[in-house]
């Protein structure tokens, strides 16, 4: 089983409960871009100070600088037995800048969560969320549309893809990540 991996999936489809057991299962940490940013931030580091001029302003940080995050990280004593990645890369671009940056770590597996459009659409407008609104939630689908499924092509290539119905429990679908990793 590949102990250096990327969780994809769309919005609400569980990918962070997933990598948590995954992670814990395996013993591996992980690395969520959300977290390594918001660690920089609170320690003040020159990176973590780039990044909350732009977040301050309301833009996306830069690649250059969450890659080279990603990269420190990869390099921590516990990142040596493997890693899952979240949240980064979002973009067929990222995932080719991280495939350089990371060439002497190369991604083994790509764990794909596949979930119907319309079920994750109404469990998160269940959630009762003050910022899901339908639209909103919708448009975060376009977006995902748009950025992930060039992403999804550029591992497939890789053969490192294996997709996994995100639908069911958090058992369920822990159940078939489990299975598609074995194989």
């Known amino acids: 089983?590949?102990?250096?991996?990327?969780?994809?999936?769309?919005?609400?489809?569980?990918?962070?409960?997933?990598?948590?057991?995954?992670?814990?299962?395996?013993?591996?940490?992980?690395?969520?871009?959300?977290?390594?940013?918001?660690?920089?931030?609170?320690?003040?580091?020159?990176?973590?100070?780039?990044?909350?001029?732009?977040?301050?302003?309301?833009?996306?940080?830069?690649?250059?600088?969450?890659?080279?995050?990603?990269?420190?990280?990869l390099t921590a004593e516990d990142a040596r037995c493997g890693f899952l990645l979240d949240g980064f890369p979002r973009t067929a671009p990222q995932a080719e800048a991280l495939d350089r940056e990371v060439a002497d770590q190369p991604l083994e597996v790509v764990i794909n969560l596949e979930v119907d459009e319309e079920e994750l659409v109404g469990r998160m407008l269940a959630r009762g969320r003050a910022d899901d609104t339908e639209e909103t939630v919708r448009n975060r689908f376009v977006v995902y549309r748009r950025q992930t499924e060039p992403l999804i092509e550029h591992y497939e290539k890789q053969g490192l893809i294996r997709t996994v119905d995100g639908l069911g429990t958090i058992e369920e679908v822990f159940g078939r990540i489990c299975t598609a990793l074995a194989s």
Do not use: F, N, W, Y
């Open 1 to 73: 089983m590949g102990r250096r991996a990327l969780i994809l999936g769309p919005p609400g489809a569980g990918k962070g409960t997933q990598a948590a057991m995954l992670c814990k299962a395996i013993g591996i940490p992980h690395m969520s871009t959300g977290e390594m940013l918001r660690d920089h931030v609170s320690r003040g580091t020159d990176l973590g100070a780039r990044a909350k001029v732009i977040m301050e302003a309301g833009d996306l940080v830069p690649d250059d600088i969450v890659i080279a995050m990603v990269k420190e990280r």
